[in-house]
């Protein structure tokens, strides 16, 4: 055979392997999602308030259980809202507080207006079925979060290969966050922040190694903070009555799952930190009931062999079952250390109350404040068509093809995605906002919206809709009549102000 022939023969050899390779990235580009999908007519929704894997066939007992709480159903689930008795929503994950509609008079002073409710949150996802077959959307918000009245945390979750990244991180991210702040209530918020997404990260690959998932999400969570002084030393507000779990040194995540795996048959999805709905550092009143006026962390040793038993294969749970487990008695509750239950603290009364929204992301999940009319963007697109970001990768021996991390993956970070972790990587980008009478509300948003909407569009679209939640199915309504080819969860949270 000559020369000629075998260069001939090579480079059909070479042409077929680029072919095959390329064919294999285009089908994981569309595993991944980012668009690639032929848009038909837009469709008008019906937004629920909450996805709980209502179109999904129900788990059977025989389904194999993951380990982590992680579900096998196809739709990521988020923990259905809820809506207090009261104002107190005492820090449960994705309930509402029932508010008068009777507001104070601007006249008032701060202690004739203790315990309102400074901001409203409004949250409406669609799976966008004409263009994707999965929801691997997942959110969460928590008034009164880390127990503190007037607190509150907020987040959403996109998924992409798969939807137990973002599901998982739906139901225990903001355990993580509340952990890093009890255990190192010193430190700068960004910074803990930043050590938030490196444990979850790491987390999110044990799991995956255990239970042979790869998925990944990009997420963009935010912390409406009270803080006292002048600024100067950020101090913020701790309710001694809150114990560590020890999630930050690696302790407390199994006993953290148990709480909030997704139960067969359950449409209430994740418990959010416990049972009932509570949140892990400051959850439900013991009796479950939201009029009680304790916060406490509960966790019954029979919800945790449930689990241990849904792992091994070995009995199942029934709804009488998960039904008796919300009503554990008083004998289960973690309590203070003087045996009394958590309350939350009402900082109201302090004359130098700021309040200061810090923000942290992996990905082109967004956050957007309106500030005067003006929208500003808090978080940072993380994307292959980023240069700096494709440096990175480069620089750590990986690739950048069509926007894509080694023509895979359209996001440069995210949460999970350990097979590809050497160039993803989970560091987020932080901002500091110390909010004032200008700032008006915060869109926070995955990419289905950001696809074919502006920033400033979006808050010129919604800046007359005082309730947020028609505002957020309307930006919804508006992606979808704009031909988004995403899963789609918008989140906004309209600020009120004394």
């Known amino acids: 055979m000559s020369i000629r022939d075998n260069n001939k023969n090579n480079k059909t050899r070479w042409n077929r392997r680029v072919s095959d390779f390329m064919i294999k990235s285009i089908a994981n580009s569309a595993a991944m999602g980012q668009g690639g999908i032929a848009a038909t007519s837009p469709q008008q929704t019906t937004t629920p308030t909450s996805i709980s894997d209502y179109d999904s066939p129900a788990n059977s007992p ?21 809506v ?18 009777k507001q104070p008079s601007p006249t008032k002073s701060n202690d004739q207006i203790t315990n309102r409710v400074t901001f409203r949150v ?43 990244a973002a599901e998982w991180c739906g139901q225990n991210f903001h355990e993580y966050l509340l952990d890093a702040i009890l255990t190192h209530p010193d430190q700068p918020i960004p910074d803990l922040m930043n050590k938030t997404f490196h444990v979850v990260d790491s987390r999110l690959s044990h799991l995956a190694q255990a239970g042979k998932t790869s998925s990944g999400c990009t997420a963009v969570t935010a912390f409406l903070r009270l803080e006292k002084g002048d600024g100067s030393d950020k101090r913020g507000y701790i309710n001694n009555g809150l114990q560590t779990r020890g999630l930050m040194l690696g302790k407390g995540e199994d006993e953290l799952e148990a709480q909030t795996a997704l139960q067969p048959g359950s449409r209430r999805s994740s418990m959010g930190g416990g049972t009932s709905g509570q949140m892990g ?17 509960k966790m019954s040793s029979k919800r945790i062999k449930d689990f241990v038993k849904s792992l091994t294969g070995s009995g199942s749970s029934n709804s009488k079952d998960d039904e008796n487990a919300l009503a554990e008695d008083e004998d289960d509750v973690i309590k203070a250390e003087d045996g009394t239950k958590v309350e939350a603290i009402d900082p109201a009364n302090d ?37 700096q970001e494709a440096k990175r990768i480069t620089d750590a021996g990986g690739f950048v093809m069509n926007n894509r991390v080694n023509g895979v993956l359209a996001v440069t970070r995210s949460l999970g995605d350990s097979s590809m972790k050497e160039f993803v990587v989970g560091s987020p ?47 919804l309504d508006h992606a979808m009549s704009n031909y988004s080819t995403d899963n789609l969860s918008v989140m906004v949270i309209r600020f009120t102000h004394a």
């Open 429 to 475: 980008y932080t901002t500091e906002t110390a909010l004032d009478d200008q700032d008006e509300f915060l869109i926070v948003a995955c990419d289905g919206l950001w696809d074919v909407c502006e920033d400033q569009e979006a808050v010129d679209l919604i800046r007359n809709i005082t309730d947020p939640q028609d505002a957020s199915k309307f930006l």
């Open 122 to 164: 409004g949250v409406s996802e669609d799976k966008n079925k004409r263009c994707r077959r999965t929801m691997e959307d997942a959110h969460s918000f928590v008034y009164d979060f880390a127990g503190v009245k007037g607190q509150g945390y907020f987040a959403v979750f996109d998924g992409h290969a798969g939807k137990h």
């Open 351 to 387: 004359p130098n109350l700021r309040r200061v929204l810090y923000t942290a992301n992996v990905g082109d999940a967004r956050a957007v404040i309106c500030r005067g009319g003006k929208a500003v963007r808090l978080t940072y697109d993380h994307k292959g068509s980023d240069a």
């Open 281 to 297: 550092g400051a959850g439900a009143p013991g009796n479950g009931s939201s009029s009680s006026g304790g916060m406490v962390r």
């Open 84 to 101: 207090a008795d009261g104002e107190d929503t005492f820090g449960v994950l994705n309930r509402h507080p029932a508010v008068s509609e």
């Open 62 to 82: 025989e389904m194999p259980k993951r380990p982590g709480g992680l579900s096998d159903g196809p739709n990521a689930r988020s923990k259905t809202v809820t």
